[in-house]
């Protein structure tokens, strides 16, 4: 077994080895046996000057590498070093490469041994890893990186990495190894001959089980599942008692009055078989306020209670951090369980089947499989969301995900170790269930039982029920979803299913099959070429509808309804869609036939071959769900629904999406779900407009439920602690082009970061002006002043961009859509705030003016119980990302004057805590602003 790996990081002037960048730094640290064993380093003269942004980002200059050796008087070192080696690098094709031309350059071979990408072994056996830069790594795996882009810090944190997944790697079970093996030929690494050690290695061992599961060929962890205690408990309700426990077991906690009236409401509430809608300011500690009380009342009444979120983070904090805690101060057992749309679950008949399929023998779905068979043996949840897959490993993700169209249920050997159904039974057997908006209301909507049998829900971030229900209950669509359908059929030859089921008449007899087969093979181009047709000619109708609003940036939107039907092209639309829909109808009939030809020889067939079916099945009711969802959206229009598509201006000609959805959604709320539960809490920072709770009661249907309310203020001194600015010198958006007011904001922006030191979150209402205003404050500020994060700019998640922006001293972030709301930055890493526009709805969004043109008609006024109602929400969502914690001090800058000058504008001011406003000229309010952080 080659022991031998020599762990290589270069530094250079570019990265372009052949357009004459050269190697200013090399480092090396040799690996032996899992021990480093050897050490060099040198800086290189690269005989040409070193570029600024290079000096900048490695901290070496020309003077550094001055009197250093040349390559060629380095190379002999360093080729000796690599001799019988692995050549390891942290992505290993950009180091090789420089060094190969180096070599060259110098007059020696290149190198031609095995290589290891440390970035792709930490793919495959790091999956929780936010990311695989050398930097993230080294955080997640606790290695002190003393001078990122050193290169020698650099080659001496990747061999502690190396060591650290080698020895992952000799830990996981001999048959993972081996289901593995298959799949490395087409990794960059040379991986084969290191597990085909390790196989050997191991196969002449007795291993220790102990934790897993082996089923079927595959390695699993191990789980136990919950049992159901069915015994109600004598449990009386004492917050006083509780809150004096909580305080012991949590650090910095203070008993918050606030806390105590949230516990008392939500119990009173349930007890009573009363709704509630409470506003808890931040700080509240509201998670705590709904979880004592229903986790009491639930063990007295034996029976769960339901608690949704909008996001992910929050059910991560409740189960990881709060749960732990209540099992700690709580006098008696009990079980919670994250419960989540069947999608988010792998399912382990279609990955198991998937393995022995290399139809698909590409990179990423190789380094897909390999990844999900390690995670197999780590994960308790088999949730998608546990994973960092590349977006080739997401395309893999849904032809193994679990969904109820193709799945076989007590029929299929892996039912009892499924995750989905796993998690269903633990959340049966749960005192609490965690689960997230989406799922409640698709459970509210489905006829088959999602979540368990309940009377009890808290709903935490509320504001977000009446999107997610209009969501849920109306019908989208597009292109892609097609085109992905009918790709998985296999209207290509050399994929799909219908090649797939071509190879098993080969094996087993099923008379009747092949020229029903010729037929589906006939009817897919057929399908698809209407369908292309049918979406190039609905984009040609949108782009040409709305030539005015056209920009390059983003989707257009065009709402359509009953003044369409005047147009000769829309009618000319219609008749394709009939074509569409008689087409498709045709080509469900023939998979119908599949699988009612396949169902009489069912004994005949093995438990592969039953799957194949199921998943061509599945696919069949999936295409004609679709097919349903066109002939609603294009054929049913209807007035108390909105209908609009929506296509990429820039994109594919036929790139276009198709919606609908309710326009009232309360009545649907009513009947449906608040009419048929004892108590719905609902929950969040920001419920009430002007102190008033109607806005939301009306828009979610509870007027004639007589809901129990409250508004609990947070502990927080917002007069202390928070400055509010409203400079009068910044134009209003319509006294001034666009251009003009970027350039203005931008500067206003650069005054107030420079008394700031960064450390400044902006917040846009529009993708275009955030992306115009970066790049103006990009070209007033010297390079090194402030480290610039944008959202829609720089790639990764919002919580990815967060964690960036944690990490410099002097750094912004610009922000719109989600940044909002849902991220929290307590502390230093920010003290300002800046709110650019008030975040109204554009008015042309299809489903605000469908609700604006509904109330108008009814005699009410849109503006006033809309638009603003909305923003104002909204914006005290913006306004919570500033102070997150009693200790945290800081500026708001709004820089729209409508917030004082404006009647409604009052509103705004008059929704949030108590906090002064300050008008006045940016250069004195910046003045004042200094002095008071001065003291801070």
């Known amino acids: ?470 969501d849920h209950f109306g019908i989208q669509t597009d292109y892609f979803v097609f085109t992905r359908l009918l790709e998985r059929i296999g209207h290509d030859d050399d994929s799909g299913l219908v090649k797939k089921l071509y190879q098993l008449i080969e094996t087993v007899e099923l008379p009747g099959l092949e020229p029903v087969l010729e037929q589906i093979a006939k009817e897919l181009p057929e399908a698809k070429m209407e369908i292309d047709e049918l979406f190039r000619s ?14 390059d940036f983003g989707r257009v939107s065009y709402r359509y309804g009953g003044r369409d039907t005047k147009s000769a092209m829309w009618q000319a639309i219609l008749e394709m869609v009939e074509r569409v829909l008689f087409g498709l109808g045709d080509l469900g009939k023939s998979l119908k036939k599949v699988n009612k030809l396949a169902d009489e020889k069912e004994e005949h067939l093995n438990f592969a071959q039953k799957g194949l079916l199921a998943d061509f099945d599945g696919l069949r009711n999936q295409l004609e769900e679709e097919k349903e969802k066109l002939r609603h959206l294009l054929k049913e229009v209807n007035e108390n629904e909105v209908f609009w598509f929506e296509v990429e201006a820039k994109g594919a000609k036929n790139a276009v999406y198709l919606y609908s959805k309710p326009i009232v959604i309360s009545e649907l709320l009513a009947d449906e779900f608040f009419a048929k539960k004892n108590s719905v809490i609902m929950t969040s920072a920001t419920l009430s407009v002007r102190n008033s709770f109607q806005y939301m009661t009306s828009r979610l249907g509870l007027d004639d439920f007589g809901p129990m309310t409250a508004n609990l203020p947070s502990p927080f001194s917002y007069d202390q602690q928070v400055k509010f600015m409203v400079p009068t010198d910044v134009p209003l958006i319509n006294e001034v082009d666009q251009e003009t007011f970027v350039a203005v904001i931008a500067r206003q922006l650069h005054n107030i970061a420079k008394v700031t030191k960064g450390r400044m979150l902006v917040l846009f209402t529009s993708n275009d002006m955030l992306r115009e205003t970066y790049s103006v404050f990009k070209g007033i500020t010297a390079q090194d002043d402030f480290v610039l994060f944008g959202q829609g700019i720089d790639s990764g998640s919002r919580a990815r961009l967060t964690k960036n922006f944690k990490k410099f001293e002097q750094s912004i972030l610009f922000g719109t859509s989600s940044f909002w709301e849902g991220i929290d930055i307590p502390g230093d890493d920010l003290s300002c705030l800046v709110i650019i526009r008030l975040p109204f709805t554009p008015p042309d969004n299809p489903v605000t003016a469908a609700r604006a043109e509904k109330l108008k008609s009814e005699g009410g006024n849109p503006f006033m119980e809309l638009s603003l109602p909305q923003a104002i929400i909204r914006f005290k969502q913006g306004f919570g990302r500033l102070v997150r914690t009693q200790r945290d001090t800081g500026v708001v800058f709004v820089f729209d004057r409508r917030i004082t000058e404006t009647r409604y504008g009052k509103s705004f001011i008059t929704s949030l805590p108590p906090v002064p406003v300050q008008k006045g000229m940016m250069h004195d309010l910046l003045i004042d602003l200094e002095g008071w952080l001065s003291e801070s």
């Open 538 to 551: 609905i984009r040609s109708y949108v782009l040409e509808a709305k030539k005015s609003s056209m920009n």
């Open 1 to 470: 077994m080659n022991n031998r790996y020599v762990v290589i990081d270069v530094e250079t002037t570019g990265n372009a080895p052949a357009r004459g960048d050269r190697v200013i730094q090399i480092g090396a640290v040799v690996v032996e046996n899992n021990i480093i064993v050897e050490r060099f380093s040198s800086f290189v003269n690269p005989e040409i000057p070193i570029p600024p942004f290079i000096e900048q980002l490695t901290g070496i200059n020309d003077e550094m590498v001055a009197d250093a050796p040349l390559f060629e008087e380095v190379a002999p070192v360093i080729l000796q070093m690599l001799e019988g080696s692995y050549f390891v690098a942290h992505n290993v094709l950009f180091d090789l490469n420089f060094l190969q031309e180096e070599f060259e350059n110098s007059g020696y071979q290149r190198f031609t041994g095995p290589l290891l990408d440390t970035v792709e072994l930490s793919r495959i056996l790091l999956l929780q890893a936010d990311g695989y830069q050398l930097g993230q790594l080294a955080d997640y795996l606790g290695i002190v990186h003393e001078n990122p882009h050193q290169a020698d810090s650099d080659a001496e944190v990747t061999a502690y990495l190396l060591i650290e997944l080698l020895h992952k790697l000799s830990r996981l079970p001999l048959l993972t190894l081996q289901r593995m093996d298959p799949f490395l030929k087409k990794m960059q690494s040379s991986l084969e001959e290191i597990i085909g050690d390790l196989i050997i290695l191991k196969s002449s061992k007795i291993e220790d089980d102990h934790g897993m599961d082996y089923f079927r060929q595959l390695v699993l962890k191990s789980f136990s599942p919950i049992e159901k205690e069915e015994n109600a408990l004598q449990i009386k309700m004492d917050p006083s008692a509780l809150l004096e426990d909580l305080s012991q077991e949590m650090e910095h906690y203070e008993v918050r009055e606030s806390q105590q009236k949230m516990m008392e409401m939500v119990y009173d509430a349930m007890e009573d078989h009363q709704h509630a809608m409470i506003e808890a300011g931040t700080g509240v500690g509201k998670s705590m306020g709904y979880l004592i009380p229903s986790i009491l009342y639930g063990k007295r009444e034996d029976r769960p209670i339901v608690v949704s979120t909008h996001t992910i983070q929050l059910q991560q904090q409740l189960l990881e951090r709060d749960i732990p805690i209540l099992k700690n101060i709580l006098s008696f057992p009990f079980h919670a369980t994250v419960l989540k749309g069947r999608n988010n679950y792998l399912c382990l008949r279609k990955f198991e089947q998937s393995l022995d399929d290399h139809s698909e023998d590409n990179y990423d779905t190789n380094l897909t499989k390999a990844q999900l068979l390690v995670w197999l043996t780590e994960t308790d949840q088999g949730d998608v969301e546990e994973l960092n897959l590349a977006s080739g490993g997401k395309l893999f993700w849904h032809q193994v995900k679990s969904d109820s169209a193709s799945c076989l249920n007590h029929r299929c050997p892996w039912y009892s170790r499924c995750f989905y159904h796993r998690k269903r039974r633990a959340a049966l057997a749960s005192d609490l269930v965690i689960t997230n908006h989406a799922l409640l209301f698709s459970d509210v909507k489905s006829d088959a039982q999602l979540l368990p049998s309940y009377k009890e829900v808290i709903i935490d971030e509320a504001h977000h029920v009446e999107e997610v229900v209009s």
